[in-house]
């Protein structure tokens, strides 16, 4: 699904270029009692006092390991309130790298990058079509809207949300997706 409704627990996510960070972090969303992937919406909503730790932790590892390229790590939050590094990616880009540094270079961007399921006769250019009718559609000089990253009939395909404005706005477009396409099911969605 989204960061909307079905949102109800994350784990923050750092994305790391060798001993740097790519941008500030972003959330794992997780329902369905954290058995549901959700997705991962940017940037993250922990305090920047997380993030400092959460960057303090990726260097200890790279000074032991000496990582040179792209490589993450996925936290979950303890009942202190302090990050507990629980995954360490590397060895292949991650998987919303490119989306992720667009939106950390490109000014104030905020995104969500979900997935569903594409019915078997849904053509692109209908999807499209249908997305640049509602003013969903993002393009280029937009503040707000959505992009297809994947659209693969009869399989699991990825979208992005993106906007300028903040959380409460991805939440609003989710929504408005989500109507839009009923039967493209949502992961997590039945």
Sequence with gaps: VT???????????????????????ADQCFGDKMRVNLGITYPSKVPIWLFDRCVEIAKAVNAEWDLKSNWGLDFVINQHGEPVLVDLNMGRPNGNLALWLWASRSGQWFFHAGRWYIPQLASLHE???????????????????????????????RY???????????????????????????????
């Design 3 to 25: 960061a909307s409704k079905a949102y109800t627990s994350c784990s923050p996510t750092l994305y790391m270029i060798g001993n740097s960070a790519c941008g500030y972090m």
């Design 127 to 157: 999807t499209l079509e249908r997305l640049d009718s509602h003013g969903l559609l993002w393009t280029p000089g937009k503040a707000a809207g959505v992009f297809l990253i994947q659209h693969i009939p009869g399989h699991l395909s």
């Design 160 to 190: 992005a949300i993106v906007c300028q404005s903040g959380h409460q706005e991805l939440t609003h477009i989710a929504e408005k997706l989500h109507d839009l396409f009923p039967e493209f099911i949502a992961e997590g969605r039945s």
